[in-house]
């Protein structure tokens, strides 16, 4: 049995279904389609980019109403930083959640319901009157709904695309930059115009088009069939011993769910997986936080909001350009084995970046700052998954995302408030720069130095010993020839196997 059929039995036998383990596993399986690479699959991957900008670029946008909040409900800058970094942070710790929609419902309607989630959340936030309600409805449920229309949107895109799938996951995360390029100025607009109430309002019918693009996101094959019996039982259960049974059912339901969506396996025995998930945990802690403070250091030193704004959108704009090229690039073979390597020293170099906003509040620096920010930010943008893809086998990729997401959702949650909080005390936000510049940068170095001890370890325990009498070791290129034949075969089936070990 393959990697991949292990992994498919266990979920499903985590998941209870005790006659779907005694069936062959290929009826436990939905039929394999094969994805067209094409068709109706740019439709689909021009959705994803819709989505990616509407989701992951939106909680930027929060900069510009910033003041206005803090003297609508009176609050600190520590208080007022909840709201983004609420966003943020389910955004990211709601993945495992999900992944259960999606195995259940699938992809499309997963999608549609992040759509309405958000645009009601925003639309909601209009009408708040405590800082409290807008945690709850700007935060929470309009996190919650990001969650659900991003994940889906860049799942479906390996069902639509395989020969060209490093293509299309390039152009997709084009869509954050996109969303960098246009939201703010967007906001801006409809802050002079409407204010931050009307803003609100108008960005959560704006958010509703994630229905529209969830819509052509039709799936390739049918559904998993969900095991009847299992739900008859579980029922009947309950029924027989009431909310202690209802309880019971909850329960084993989310324990299995984890056990499939998360790597906790991975963190304990995969020693790189443990490294890097701790390195990116730490990273998230400041990497954000410099786009959420950035136009209200301007604004406070005397800037335009509108040249504020403008900021971002050349943030948006230089991971437009940036980005494509680069995913081709770190395609080469040349990089295949150094994508960590690379990865670190972009990072490194963002983190110290921040320090660039130290110099002056003037326009030209902070242009500066934006320049080298986003250079950097494309690289680490665009190498992020490929390294875990390298790390993890793809077979747990899934739930190793999982587990990171929710990790570096802790430091998603309180870095913001922890910065806000540091404003509040010092009066002034280059402390905030300086301390996301330190925290970036000692992840960068912590990865760095971590990755060079793992491999150098790896190295010396795959050197080969030599032993009395044995042959002369194989080359590690060398090919050999398997052959098999079996009695319902036509012809030879002959195998190539290139052996990379001794």
Known sequence: ????????????????????????????????????????????????????????AFPSC????????????SASNSVTSWVPSIMTAVLHAGGPLCSVLVERFGCRAT?????????????????????????????????????????????????????????????????TALGLSTLPMLS?????????????????????????????????????????????????????????????VLWNNLVSSLRCHMAFDQFCNNRR????????T????????????????????????????????????????????I?????????????????SIALLLNGLSNSICCIAPSFSVLLLYMLSYGLTMSVVGSLVFTVLMDIVDMTHFPSALGLLAIMESVTLLIGPPLAGYLVDKTGKYTYVFVASSITVASSALFLLVSFYFLDRHDAAQKEPSPSPGSAAFQPSDCQYIRVSAGAADKHTAIKTERVTSV
Not at 135 to 145: D, E, N, Q, R, S
Not at 273 to 280: A, E, Y
């Open 1 to 56: 049995m393959t990697p991949q059929e292990q992994h498919l039995a266990e979920c499903e036998a985590d998941d209870g279904d005790k006659e779907g383990a005694d069936a062959p596993l290929a009826q436990a399986r939905p039929v394999a389609i094969t994805a067209p690479d094409g068709g109706w699959g740019w439709v689909v991957l021009m959705a994803s980019v819709v989505v990616l900008a509407l989701t992951l």
């Open 62 to 73: 929060m900069g510009i109403f910033y003041t206005d909040l803090q003297k609508q409900f």
């Open 273 to 280: 997986f443990r490294v890097f998930s701790l390195g990116i």
């Open 111 to 175: 999608v549609m319901l992040g759509g309405v989630l958000s645009g009601l959340g925003m639309a909601a936030s209009a009408f708040t009157n405590s800082i409290i309600e807008l945690y709850i409805t700007a935060g929470l449920i309009t996190g919650l709904g990001f969650c659900f229309s991003f994940q889906p949107a860049v799942t479906i895109l390996g069902h639509y695309f395989v020969r060209r799938r490093v293509f299309a996951n390039a152009v997709s995360s084009t869509g």
């Open 282 to 325: 730490w990273m998230m802690l400041g990497f954000v936080v410099p786009l959420i403070f950035l136009i209200p250091y301007a604004t406070d030193n005397g800037m335009d909001q509108k040249e504020a704004a403008l900021l971002l959108n050349i943030l948006g704009f230089i991971n437009v350009i940036v980005r494509p090229p």
């Open 188 to 248: 801006h607009y409809l802050h002079i115009e409407l204010g931050w109430r009307g803003s609100f309002l108008v960005l959560g019918g704006i958010l509703l088009n994630s229905c529209v693009c969830g819509a052509v996101m039709r799936p390739l094959g049918p559904r998993k069939p969900r095991a009847s019996k299992r739900l008859s039982n579980g029922t009947a259960a309950a029924s027989e011993e009431g909310l202690k049974g209802h309880m019971l």
């Open 327 to 343: 995913g081709l690039l770190f395609n080469l073979s040349w990089f295949k084995v150094r994508h960590v390597y690379v990865f």
